[in-house]
């Protein structure tokens, strides 16, 4: 079982509220990622970090932020929410090899009404 | 534009029957792949890692092929079992740049008994 933490797994929210969902890892990795998942799609980079105060956007146009001020911790923020936020969000971690297997959380399944 | 395509969408088989997957890539120049398992609301896991050295790699019951000369993959699942019901997602690396991985769509395996 891979040591990552996603939270909260489940989150239904209103239209227009913030929301920050949280990714840590207790393996040292210095890579951090995000992935959108529709069901039945393929997951999306949505933003990635390879290190502390590094952070850069993936090919998804997304409304959304992340920080990287402690190597363990990846928060996303969503700063108004929409119905189109919908989705399954995983985080995933890695080492700097580029052969090292990416280990992924459980998944926040976000609802916005 | 580095794509990875799969093949079939979905496939449903017997218990006890053996299955292959595809995997069809562009990613260039090639590090490696890995196919991961997703079952329904997790992320996914590691099953194997490919080089480009390596032509064939067995996990347990997994089998994973590659052809690097024609970009090709396939994952071969023996005697399926009710618990291989799951996502099967190709993933690619290149060399080279920032060593984002390439995902596939996926196959949607369903085992029945």
């Known amino acids: 079982e891979a040591d990552i933490y996603q939270t909260p797994r489940y989150l239904v929210i209103g239209t227009g509220k913030k929301i920050t969902l949280e990714c840590s890892q207790t393996m040292g990795h210095d890579k951090m990622y995000w992935y959108q998942q529709d069901p039945g799609m393929e997951l999306h980079l949505i933003h990635y970090?390879?290190?502390?105060?590094?952070?850069e956007k993936g090919d998804l146009s997304s409304e959304s932020t992340v920080s990287r001020i402690r190597t363990e911790h990846f928060p996303l923020t969503l700063e108004s929410a929409r119905p189109s936020h919908t989705s399954q969000y995983l985080c995933a971690s890695s080492d700097t090899d580029p052969n090292n297997e990416q280990f992924f959380g459980p998944g926040t399944r976000l609802t916005v009404l | 534009k580095n794509q990875v395509e799969q093949s079939p969408q979905s496939l449903i088989i017997l218990e006890g029957k053996n299955c292959t997957l595809q995997c069809n890539y562009t990613v260039s120049p090639f590090s490696n792949l890995r196919w991961y398992k997703q079952d329904t609301g997790r992320g996914p896991v590691s099953l194997t890692i490919?080089?480009?050295?390596?032509n064939t790699k067995s996990n347990g019951r997994y089998t994973a092929t590659l052809d690097a000369d024609t970009k090709q993959s396939s994952l071969h699942i023996t005697a399926s079992q009710l618990s291989d019901s799951a996502s099967y997602i190709c993933?690619?690396?290149?060399?080279?740049?920032?060593?984002?991985?390439?995902f596939g769509r996926g196959t949607s395996l369903i085992v029945h008994p």
């Open positions: 993933v690619v690396s290149g060399r080279g740049g920032s060593y984002i991985p390439t």
């Open positions: 970090s390879y290190g502390v105060n590094s952070t």
């Open positions: 490919m080089t480009f050295s390596e």
